[in-house]
């Protein structure tokens, strides 16, 4: 059973538009994490967020991106204006029980057109 | 940033014998470091955690080693089995991370042929 699930599984649209993918944790956690992988490169750090705020950022986490938890329990990541750079898997994880380990979640495909 | 090497992009071995993967990072030397394994489409997956007073960790057919002098860590596979083919990661957290951001290696991807 995946610890956290997310939603859609494969995104696609058009260059300019905007784009939330959706992340919902099985249980209560405080620790959230947004990473990205471009096709055949690293995972990348994109946000972490504790307690519906924003923790740490990357530089990949421009003002194109923004996170939200808006009812407590799905966790959103937002580009609002997609670029074809953008294509990749974005993956949402969540953080272990004080255990520094993170649980990811299957992934969301995002093409950009 | 860290800077992760991993040993090689890929590594075939035959079944039963003992796959070891390196990860070699430069930098700073983290407090933990951690090994993910990825299949192709899906999310990385935590196998092991090591801290940085830890010579070595097991769990079932897995065995990590943290050398802080050579800093490196060792990921084994012993009995390895056509079913731990994947991509493994090596993850120490970012420096001056609060919240343990993960930085993640390229991988390796490892082939266990029967």
């Known amino acids: 059973e995946p610890e956290v699930t997310q939603t859609p599984s494969h995104q696609v649209t058009q260059m300019g538009q905007e784009v939330i993918l959706r992340c919902v944790p099985i249980s209560n956690h405080l620790y959230f994490y947004w990473y990205r992988q471009i096709l055949g490169q690293k995972v990348e750090f994109l946000v972490s967020f504790y307690n519906n705020e924003i923790s740490e950022k990357s530089e990949i986490f421009d003002d194109q991106f923004s996170v939200e938890r808006p009812d407590g329990s799905n966790f959103t990541l937002k580009i609002r204006s997609t670029k074809l750079e953008d294509s990749a898997m974005y993956f949402c994880?969540?953080?272990?029980?004080?255990?520094?380990?993170?649980?990811f979640g299957p992934g969301t495909r995002l093409t950009v057109l | 940033s860290q800077k992760i090497e991993q040993n090689s992009e890929a590594l075939n071995i035959q079944e039963g014998k003992t796959a070891t993967l390196t990860c070699n990072y430069t930098?700073?030397?983290?407090?933990?470091l951690q090994w993910y394994r990825q299949d192709p489409g899906r999310g990385p997956v935590f196998l092991l955690l090591i801290r940085e007073n830890e010579k070595e960790k097991r769990k079932e057919r897995l065995k990590v080693t943290f050398d802080t002098t050579l800093k490196q860590s060792l990921f084994h596979i012993t009995a390895s089995q056509p079913a731990d083919s994947a991509t493994y990661l090596c993850?120490?957290?970012?420096?001056?991370?609060?919240?343990?951001?993960?930085?993640f290696g390229r991988g390796t991807q490892l082939t266990v042929w029967p």
């Open positions: 993850a120490p957290p970012d420096r001056g991370s609060t919240l343990g951001r993960l930085y």
């Open positions: 994880a969540r953080g272990g029980n004080g255990n520094n380990e993170q649980f």
């Open positions: 930098n700073y030397s983290p407090a933990y």
